[in-house]
């Protein structure tokens, strides 16, 4: 039987009403634990993995697996109303998608996003059945010093980053790098900057540091501002305009590339493609001065990029057995527990359930789009509560969130002491971006570097020896070079400081 | 640049220095390349440097008295002391009170603070966002969440 024989037959298994259901029902309690702050698409698996163990396996994995992608939206929803991630790479959707809901555009934001997610995803999972072999073999030659080259092309994307000021971006980039030397040395083992704190041994944890920079930063201006007891204008329309689609469209198409393509290398993580994404679009755009003020191109691409990555993950597990991030370790295990091995001979020994379960990421994806469309005058509803609740509520979230990834009050306080970094930063126009892209590229590129040249005797020239390096450096060389002059052009548009 | 870049700047610069401190005390080089030591060093520097140069680009402000005051009105202020403490007060009490009660003082501390102080709404909210959300998380998504000495 060839691929498109198993691809029908899985969507024929996918369409039976009980594995719709567990599908639908996946779907919505992925997106209702994903509205959690701190509780992301790993810990939300692992929590409703024990509702799957009763399942048949196929129904199972299917149920797993729009949990996952349902999360990753969930995630969205509080970014775009909250300015609160509810996952470390929502936090890039909170630049543009809060400044959206702010001008009462919080219904377009929630709908690109959920439109570019579908896109991404049916992409991603497209390429999953065409591409999946071929891709995965070329994934296998990414060694530390291809890792180096590619986190050094997101580097150099920072600069693209810069709004008001090319000189505040690169001190938020340079302070990125420094909070992510806490913690062990990733070679010797050597702590620094532990201050003899056990709970600094791990590093500075991701979620708890965005969660307080965005979410307590915002609450904590959000307190100055005069004028409606609630929080955002009111809602102008739900709907997409002609502009808005139009706008969105490219942003989309390369949001999947690069999701789709990164998604292959396990170990990048999902902030890494969202990040990019967004600093690729304003790197691009004819208007880079209205990111991070409402800029549809800055949802639209981040969005979609994330989905896509999340979709994309599923390659390497599926085809080399290899995890490509926390969740599909998670569900790694998931498919352990219910007798299936991943890696090659997955689709050579049950190719009946493997086709079943890619068949149901196609309809996974069409069933959170239309899923979430419906409920955006519900999620945006959220926006008329008064605000002294809504900051009570999101504190509460906060808490739970922090507290909840490492069953430690440590993290709150630092997500407290991050929230008025946050606040400060605000005042002084310090953007946000260029810290959390660096905070989240630095250890990666460290180990990375630190690896090749344990692999090379010290030498440098490993980096530049082999091609796909080779050719990452040129293009990371190129991207700093045309974002640094754009930069420049956008920050002298705004009447900025270089 | 504002008066609020030099004082930000001042305090960079400090932060530079201390993380360049902590950085000269690690191994700086090894014999396969760069050291723990290597990668803090240098960003301590950089940082340095570019602090030193928001103060300067910041110092005719400061000389010109430009920009907003340092610090917000004294109603923005309360509020987020409000709010700081109230975090602050969880960090504290979260584990030997609990989570339910800790909540609910936070609840009550913060919508009583920011001004909903009518009688039967800011409480109601402050028990469903406490113990309710205690059990939600407890009984239903199985995240464990502290009881205090009072086993709440």
Redesign the interface.
Known sequence: MDTLQYLLAGFATVFQIQNLAFAFSGCVLGML?GVLPG?GPAAGTA?LI?LTLVLDPTSAVIMLAAIYYGAMYGGTITSILLNLPGEASSAVTCLDGYEMARQGRAGPALAIAAIGSFIGGTIATAGLVVLAIPLSSIALKFGPPEFFSLMMVGLCLVMGLASQ?L??A??SA??G??LA?VGI?P??G?P??TFDRMELLDGLGIVAVVMGLFG?GE??HS??EKGSASAQAAPRSLLLSKADIRDSAAPIARGSAIGFFLGLIPGVGAIVPTYLSYALEKSVSKTPERFGKGAIQGVAGPETANNAYANAAFIPLFTLGIPGAATTAILMGALMMNGLIPGPSLFVEQPRFIWAVIASFFVGNLILLVLSLPFIPLWVAVLKV????L???V??MC??GA??IN?S?FD??L??FF??IG??FK??D?PLAPLVLTFVL?PLM?RS??QS??MS??EFGILFSRPISASLLVISIVVLIVSTMRAVRAVRGSDG?V | ??P??FI?GIV?LAVAVM?GQ?AVQ??YW???????GF??FW??V??GV??L??CV?SLPALRLGKGEGAL??RD?MV??AI??G???G??VL??PLGFRLT?LA??LL??YG???RDLLLSPL??LL??FG?FHV?TQW??????TGIFGW
């Open positions: 634990v509780v929590i024990p000021s000189v505040l690169l001190i340079v302070l790098l420094l030397q040395d070679v010797m050597v620094r900057y307590i609450i904590l307190l100055g008064p605000r002294a609740i900051v009570a509520i504190l509460a808490v739970i507290y909840s069953n009050v709150i306080g997500m407290l929230g008025v606040y400060l005042k002084t310090v630095a460290e570097l630190r040249l344990e005797q010290g400081e | 640049m504002t609020r870049h930000l960079l993380a902590e690690l191994t090894t014999a396969l390349g760069p050291g723990p990668f803090p960003l301590a950089v940082l570019l602090s140069l928001l680009r917000p009105d923005v509020k987020m709010v700081i109230a975090l602050g969880v960090v979260l584990e909540m936070m609840y913060v919508l920011l001004g909903r909210i402050a966002g406490s959300a998380f998504l199985a995240v464990p969440l502290p």
